[in-house]
């Protein structure tokens, strides 16, 4: 896949960040985001820079659809071997899954820290047999096996600059820097062995996306006390990428009914290296608590939060391959559409972190 311009946009994003630290000299009292667990960092004498790490774990309903679909239908209408079947899936992934994310950074003085931060999510779905077609009642019995897989991944790597500032009760964090992010939906319909007696099938459907780009991210994130150690944090960030994208449908294999020759064949469409964009919002609500260590200059923290994230990828519709006929005895109409434009993926769960200041 095509990287020409995406270093040039990830660092132009970051150099706009750092730009920023090196203005605002008011005296403004230092402010913690949900990563920055201390607000204590004077030695007597001045501001003591010191370094933030964490690591969370979110656990979020993964909607990451392929943008495309993938049917496919069996029948044997002939006695004795009568069977019918009819499927329609290949959309992508939609199930709960984990995922890790970390961060460190750097504090420099009361109102200016970098930050670098880490997300990825990995997940694979399967079902056996696929999701039947809406309002199709199968009939009879086939000794295929029929099963649908699909896989996402999609992750983040951020590097930012963070302004913190006081308003009333609460603490607010603005950041601004660059991102790189990847999305990746592929899905699969496979139809292996005798169908009934006599045919016997062996095909594969199999449709997917691929984006990688780079671009802005910009954050706020504010947090108010609930007592000594504890307070309630609620953010959200909006991040823009440029890149290329990658999409497929694509159909092959062989179905055969005795004596007849079998039906063989195969097609694939492709749109390689297309320009395409991503914008992702993201949102947290929670609540972190605070304990300073004894006998050692660190402050560890605890936080849980309601997370969500939205993924809107804006891509061109690329078409899809068909695999049909009648062979003998059987039957088959089956397509893989590719991606037919615009994706959008949604992510919602808990995350629960715990890191370190020192």
Same mark, same amino acid.
């Given at each position: ?59 979020? *309903? ?25 499927? !329609?899936? &290949? ?41 039947? @077609? ?10 295929? @096996? %029929? ?41 699969? %319909? ?7 007696? &006599? ?27 609930? /007592? ?48 395409? @964009?991503?914008?992702?919002?993201? @949102?947290?609500? &929670? ?7 004894? *006998? ?6 605890? !936080? ?23 062979? /003998? ?16 993926? *949604? ?12």
């Amino acid at each position: 896949m095509k990287t020409n311009g995406l270093v040039g946009i990830a660092a132009v994003a970051l150099c706009a960040a750092l730009t920023c630290a090196s203005v605002a000299q008011e005296d403004i009292q230092y402010a913690s985001d949900a990563e920055f667990a201390s607000d204590v960092a004077y030695d007597g004498n001045g501001w003591d820079p010191y370094l933030f790490a964490g690591a969370e774990v979110t656990f979020l *309903n993964v909607d990451a659809p392929t943008g495309g679909l993938i049917t496919l239908s069996f029948s044997d209408t002939t006695a004795p071997g009568v069977s019918t079947v009819s499927f !329609r899936d &290949g959309d992508g992934v939609d199930q709960f899954g984990f995922a890790p994310r970390l961060w460190l950074g750097f504090q420099l003085n009361d109102r200016w820290g970098i930050v670098s931060r880490y997300w990825s999510m990995n997940e694979t779905q399967s079902a056996r047999p696929p999701t039947a @077609t809406p309002g199709f009642t199968p009939t009879g019995t086939n000794f295929a @096996t %029929i099963e649908e897989t699909s896989r996402a991944r999609l992750s983040t790597l951020d590097l930012e600059g963070v302004r913190s500032i006081s308003a009333g009760e609460w603490k607010l964090d603005a950041s601004v820097g660059a991102r790189h992010a990847a999305y990746s939906t592929h899905s699969e %319909i496979f139809a292996f062995g005798v169908f009934t007696t &006599g045919n016997f099938v062996n095909l594969t459907l199999q449709n997917g996306l691929d984006f990688e780009g780079a671009g802005v991210t910009t954050g706020l994130m504010g947090r108010r006390a609930l /007592g000594q150690r504890a307070h309630i944090f609620v953010g959200g960030r909006g991040s823009f990428l440029a890149g290329f994208s990658d999409a497929f449908g694509r159909s092959a294999g062989t179905v055969a009914s005795s004596p007849s020759a079998p039906l063989v064949g195969a097609a694939t469409v492709r749109r390689d290296e297309a320009d395409a @964009t991503l914008v992702i919002w993201e @949102t947290q609500v &929670g609540i972190q608590w605070d304990f300073p260590l004894s *006998n050692s200059p660190a402050t560890a923290f605890f !936080r849980t939060a309601y997370e969500y994230q939205h993924w809107g990828l804006g891509i061109l519709p690329t078409g899809g391959a068909g695999f049909g006929g009648t062979i /003998g005895e059987i039957t088959t109409n089956s397509f893989a559409t590719a991606p037919r434009g615009p994706v959008n993926a *949604n992510l919602g769960g808990i995350s629960i972190a715990a890191g370190f200041t020192w």
